[in-house]
């Protein structure tokens, strides 16, 4: 397959970021708190290369465990305030590593209509009947619940905490007091781009809505509601790669015996994970680094609103830009593409509409005339 050269990535994303042979003001990704090229981080991944080797080639179960995987799980279960986590090769799978381990725990899953591809290969792999409701809409979903969850029937729902490109945050709590009214419901939520960016102290759209994280990702079921999972990834706002769920030592421990993943499957790079354990460690020293994300967040948002255009007032760093037509979008893309800044138009996914959007991604280490350069160069490109 023939790739365009100008599309080529040729250095770590970050505020500037080199692809096609061309520096960018780089508001596009998901590096969120700005770690992909910390040097901090690449030279813990390097020196953990260099001692163990590309990888362990052979599974967890058997003599695949090496120590930066152990402080990967170490240090996410510090950040998260769990007794544990279990880290593997790519987040793409969290959703599934929790759908297998709650196997004979529910008889069906629904499904917000827009949730990630992944969830989808998640609930489907169940082998349970898998229904819809529409995209965010809690009366929906407790319809879709009372014509199927007959004779006690035990319903998973599973949704995406932060939508990847319209940066929506799904009504969690909303959605939780609708499955109090089913015994031994579960709620699985996909905070791929929640984690480290969402959240007074970066837990992700569980701590932003308020639910009981104690309850998250633990074999409980609660009294007077639903059990809640969070699935995440390390690829995202904290610069590394590998999927991780975090939890109580129990429901890990569960996760050990069932998870193909575990017993079967290699564990990530020894030293991508050791660079994934020094991010962990970056930011719980630096927690300084989700405030200011927060912080630009709320500037991009504010600026954009000050040029009327229509975003919500929510602490997640993509922003979506739905305009008047498709022409247009790909016009400011275009145009703030040939001035150096780079941000994505996407004609479809997951959770986008016939338009698609424009999708702009803020990160913690853009300056603030990086962000008003973006502001300024957005109001050209629309009146042009």
Same mark, same amino acid.
């Given at each position: 397959?023939?790739?365009?050269?100008?599309?080529?990535?040729?250095?770590?994303?970050?505020?500037? =970021?080199?692809?096609?042979?061309?520096?960018?003001?780089?508001?596009?990704?998901?590096?969120?708190?700005?770690?992909?090229?910390?040097?901090?981080?690449?030279? !813990?991944?390097?020196?953990?290369?260099?001692?163990?080797?590309?990888?362990?080639?052979?599974?967890?179960?058997?003599?695949?465990?090496?120590?930066?995987?152990?402080?990967?799980?170490?240090?996410?279960?510090?950040?998260?305030?769990?007794?544990?986590?279990?880290?593997?090769?790519?987040?793409?799978?969290?959703?599934?590593?929790?759908?297998? *381990?709650?196997?004979?725990?529910?008889?069906?899953?629904?499904?917000?209509?827009?949730?990630?591809?992944? !969830?989808?290969?998640?609930?489907?792999?169940?082998?349970?009947?898998?229904?819809?409701?529409?995209?965010?809409? $809690?009366?929906?979903? @407790? *319809?879709?619940?009372?014509?199927?969850?007959?004779?006690?029937?035990?319903?998973?729902?599973?949704?995406? %905490?932060?939508?990847?490109?319209?940066?929506?945050?799904?009504?969690?709590?909303?959605?939780?007091?609708?499955?109090?009214?089913?015994?031994?419901?579960?709620?699985?939520?996909?905070? *791929?781009?929640?984690?480290?960016?969402?959240?007074?102290?970066?837990?992700?759209?569980?701590?932003?809505?308020?639910? $009981?994280?104690? =309850? #998250?990702?633990?074999?409980?079921?609660? @009294?007077?509601?639903?059990?809640?999972?969070?699935?995440?990834?390390?690829?995202?706002?904290?610069?590394?790669?590998?999927? /991780? #769920?975090?939890?109580?030592?129990?429901? /890990?421990?569960?996760?050990?015996?069932?998870?193909?993943?575990?017993?079967?499957?290699?564990?990530?790079?020894? %030293?991508?994970? !050791?660079?994934?354990?020094?991010?962990?460690?970056?930011?719980?020293?630096?927690?300084?680094?989700?405030?200011?994300?927060?912080?630009?967040?709320?500037? #991009?948002?504010?600026?954009?609103?000050?040029?009327?255009?229509?975003?919500?007032?929510?602490? +997640?760093?993509?922003?979506?830009? +739905?305009?008047?037509?498709?022409?247009?979008?790909?016009? +400011?893309?275009?145009?703030?593409?040939?001035?150096?800044?780079?941000?994505?138009?996407?004609?479809?996914?997951?959770?986008?509409?016939?338009?698609?959007?424009?999708?702009?991604?803020?990160?913690?280490?853009?300056?603030?005339?990086?962000?008003?350069?973006?502001?300024?160069?957005? *109001?050209?490109?629309?009146?042009?």
């Amino acid at each position: 397959m023939n790739f365009d050269p100008e599309k080529i990535m040729q250095s770590a994303p970050g505020p500037y =970021t080199m692809i096609g042979g061309r520096r960018y003001l780089y508001f596009m990704g998901t590096g969120y708190l700005g770690l992909h090229g910390h040097p901090e981080i690449l030279k !813990a991944a390097c020196e953990g290369m260099m001692k163990y080797g590309m990888g362990s080639a052979t599974s967890r179960r058997a003599f695949g465990n090496s120590q930066p995987i152990l402080d990967v799980e170490a240090k996410a279960a510090q950040f998260f305030g769990k007794e544990d986590s279990f880290y593997f090769m790519t987040g793409y799978l969290s959703n599934s590593v929790i759908v297998q *381990a709650l196997d004979g725990t529910f008889d069906l899953a629904v499904a917000d209509e827009s949730a990630h591809y992944s !969830a989808y290969d998640a609930v489907h792999l169940s082998g349970r009947p898998v229904y819809k409701f529409i995209s965010r809409d $809690p009366a929906s979903l @407790d *319809a879709v619940l009372r014509e199927q969850c007959t004779e006690g029937k035990r319903p998973l729902v599973i949704t995406d %905490g932060v939508f990847p490109v319209l940066g929506a945050l799904a009504p969690l709590r909303e959605y939780y007091e609708v499955l109090k009214n089913y015994p031994g419901s579960a709620m699985v939520i996909d905070d *791929a781009h929640a984690l480290g960016a969402v959240g007074p102290t970066g837990r992700g759209s569980v701590e932003q809505s308020g639910l $009981p994280w104690e =309850t #998250v990702n633990t074999n409980v079921q609660p @009294d007077n509601g639903p059990r809640l999972f969070v699935a995440g990834t390390l690829s995202k706002a904290f610069g590394g790669f590998g999927g /991780i #769920v975090p939890g109580s030592k129990d429901f /890990i421990s569960h996760i050990h015996e069932v998870s193909p993943y575990f017993r079967a499957a290699n564990p990530v790079s020894p %030293g991508v994970a !050791a660079g994934c354990a020094r991010a962990l460690e970056l930011v719980m020293e630096n927690p300084g680094m989700i405030t200011q994300l927060h912080d630009n967040t709320r500037f #991009v948002r504010t600026g954009l609103r000050e040029l009327g255009i229509e975003v919500a007032d929510t602490p +997640v760093p993509i922003v979506c830009v +739905v305009l008047e037509t498709v022409e247009m979008m790909k016009k +400011v893309q275009a145009d703030l593409m040939k001035k150096g800044i780079l941000i994505a138009y996407n004609p479809k996914y997951s959770d986008l509409g016939p338009k698609g959007g424009i999708r702009i991604a803020v990160f913690a280490n853009h300056t603030q005339d990086m962000m008003v350069q973006l502001l300024e160069g957005f *109001a050209r490109a629309m009146k042009n």
